[in-house]
């Protein structure tokens, strides 16, 4: 950060990723929290050496940056203050304005493995999280699944305890061993009976020797009858939604969730889902005397796997829902679950770090959804076919989501941004608008509902920039936001 961005950064104050400290007593104690935070999710700058004064941010009159980065490592090396020791030497700098000096800490996102960090060497009560308000203290179940996330064990193997063969829904396996007699002719385990066959897929353990024996999760979760799921985890919740009103208090027009009149389990929700998602593909495929499809297109293929990836790589201890989405305009996937790569892996591909590993096998062995991490590529390759909008993935750490909207047009490719527009923001408007901001209100224009995310990645800056910018832009009038945070 220079001194011509640090100044930029004081007058439009802090947000999700900048805070800014006095230090006119010393290092803040509260400096730990700030760091936990922003490693536990974006990372993001602590500056010290600005105040606050009625609700606006200036320079302070630091002169002791020496002694306080002494401090800092000082701290930030032992292990009594910082689980984990997250900066190097080009993480701190010094930036001096007039007789004043700013020190600058760049706190980087904790890879998985790391995470939580925490301090006072009690994850417990010392693992912060940051949103748009600060930093807040995670709860006991968020800091678990970060613990959870932490370790390269699959997710979904752990036994669930008194659960048995009793607690599988016989028709949604026998609809499974259908499809997998289907693909896999020839199979051995086509001979098994449906113990020893879950056994084969990783949905039952057996250990003769330490005498343990029942149900893993992926069994249950993939196979398992609602009531013995819902008794294992109460907050198991599968939804399917397609709104195509144009009546905005119309919140969907065929829904598929629990209700009661169909097993609620993993593999049911998918065959389910999947022929609801592809209705509308006016691409014709026919099965041949195999059963398998003949003549399915890129765009079918692309929304098998972003259904299949929503619920392998689901956090299913979460208390919150699987939910998918179809509208006139887009398909919308959100699990549960932070991602375990980078953004950028999931669009180079050929990096899988799957949660749920044996839910995931369990759906390759029937021909469904890919395993070296090319799953979203094959989603690329369709949309990019269609010319239809690039896909979007986001994250959202404070909330422990992920999602992925497919924008699309049956009738014809979305258009660019009229060229007008364009010309209007170069050559009429005296507002010295830069070429990224001219591009958020062509792409605004085109979207209304258009997320900081989805900008980020069809831009190619990164959201804090995306936030910058939007407020510049609000500042000069030249956007404004109607209606809620959420919906508006």
């Known amino acids: 950060m220079n001194q011509k961005e640090l100044l930029k950064h004081i007058k439009l104050g802090e947000n999700s990723d900048i805070e800014f400290k006095s230090a006119k007593g010393g290092l803040p104690k509260s400096l730990w929290e700030s760091v936990s935070a922003f490693a536990n999710t974006n990372g993001g700058y602590i500056i010290l050496g600005v105040e606050e004064n009625n609700g606006k941010f200036e320079l302070g009159s630091l002169r002791n940056s020496s002694t306080l980065i002494k401090s800092f490592w000082d701290l930030h090396n032992s292990s009594q203050k910082l689980s984990s020791p997250l900066c190097k030497e080009k993480d701190v700098d010094v930036i001096k304005?007039?007789?004043?000096?700013?020190?600058?800490?760049?706190?980087?996102?904790?890879?998985?493995?790391?995470?939580?960090?925490?301090?006072?060497?009690?994850?417990?009560?010392?693992?912060?999280?940051?949103?748009?308000?600060?930093?807040?203290?995670?709860?006991?179940?968020?800091?678990?699944?970060?613990?959870?996330?932490?370790?390269?064990?699959?997710?979904?193997?752990?036994?669930?305890?008194?659960?048995?063969?009793?607690?599988?829904?016989?028709?949604?396996?026998?609809?499974?061993?259908?499809?997998?007699?289907?693909?896999?002719?020839?199979?051995?385990?086509?001979?098994?009976?449906?113990?020893?066959?879950?056994?084969?897929?990783?949905?039952?353990?057996?250990?003769?020797?330490?005498?343990?024996?029942?149900?893993?999760?992926?069994?249950?979760?993939?196979?398992?009858?609602?009531?013995?799921?819902?008794?294992?985890?109460?907050?198991?919740?599968?939804?399917?939604?397609?709104?195509?009103?144009?009546?905005?208090?119309?919140?969907?027009?065929?829904?598929?969730?629990?209700?009661?009149?169909?097993?609620?389990?993993?593999?049911?929700?998918?065959?389910?889902?999947?022929?609801?998602?592809?209705?509308?593909?006016?691409?014709?495929?026919?099965?041949?005397?195999?059963?398998?499809?003949?003549?399915?297109?890129?765009?079918?293929?692309?929304?098998?796997?972003?259904?299949?990836?929503?619920?392998?790589?689901?956090?299913?201890?979460?208390?919150?829902?699987?939910?998918?989405?179809?509208?006139?305009?887009?398909?919308?996937?959100?699990?549960?679950?932070?991602?375990?790569?980078?953004?950028?892996?999931?669009?180079?591909?050929?990096?899988?770090?799957?949660?749920?590993?044996?839910?995931?096998?369990m759906f390759q062995l029937i021909g469904l959804g890919e395993k070296a991490g090319s799953g979203f590529v094959k989603i690329l390759r369709a949309w990019n076919e269609q010319h239809w909008m690039k896909p979007q993935v986001s994250e959202d750490t404070f909330h422990e989501l992920t999602s992925v909207k497919l924008m699309y047009k049956i009738d014809e490719p979305i258009k660019r941004p009229s060229s007008d527009l364009e010309k209007d923001l170069i050559n009429d408007l005296e507002k010295n608008l830069s070429e990224n901001q001219i591009k958020i209100i062509n792409f605004m224009s085109e979207n209304a509902n258009i997320t900081q995310s989805e900008l980020s990645n069809l831009i190619g800056i990164n959201e804090k920039n995306i936030r910058n910018n939007i407020k510049k832009l609000k500042d000069l009038g030249l956007i404004q936001r109607i209606g809620s945070p959420k919906n508006g």
């Open 97 to 361: 304005i007039d007789d004043n000096e700013v020190v600058i800490i760049h706190i980087n996102q904790a890879p998985r493995t790391l995470r939580p960090i925490f301090i006072n060497a009690n994850p417990y009560t010392g693992t912060y999280k940051r949103n748009s308000d600060g930093d807040y203290r995670c709860t006991e179940l968020e800091i678990r699944q970060m613990i959870r996330d932490a370790s390269d064990e699959p997710q979904d193997f752990g036994l669930i305890e008194k659960f048995t063969i009793k607690d599988i829904d016989s028709e949604t396996l026998s609809g499974y061993r259908n499809m997998f007699r289907v693909t896999n002719n020839d199979h051995p385990y086509n001979t098994l009976d449906d113990k020893e066959f879950l056994i084969k897929l990783g949905g039952y353990k057996e250990d003769r020797k330490s005498n343990i024996e029942g149900i893993t999760l992926a069994g249950l979760l993939m196979f398992g009858k609602e009531t013995s799921i819902l008794e294992a985890f109460p907050h198991f919740h599968l939804d399917y939604q397609e709104n195509f009103s144009d009546d905005p208090e119309v919140r969907w027009t065929h829904r598929i969730t629990s209700d009661g009149r169909w097993e609620c389990n993993i593999f049911n929700f998918y065959m389910r889902v999947y022929n609801r998602l592809i209705q509308d593909i006016e691409v014709p495929f026919s099965l041949n005397r195999e059963g398998i499809r003949q003549g399915e297109t890129h765009v079918h293929e692309a929304l098998r796997e972003a259904l299949v990836n929503t619920l392998v790589h689901a956090n299913h201890q979460s208390t919150k829902s699987i939910t998918v989405i179809k509208t006139k305009d887009y398909f919308y996937f959100r699990n549960p679950g932070r991602l375990r790569i980078s953004l950028e892996q999931v669009y180079q591909g050929g990096i899988s770090d799957v949660r749920n590993p044996y839910i995931q096998r």
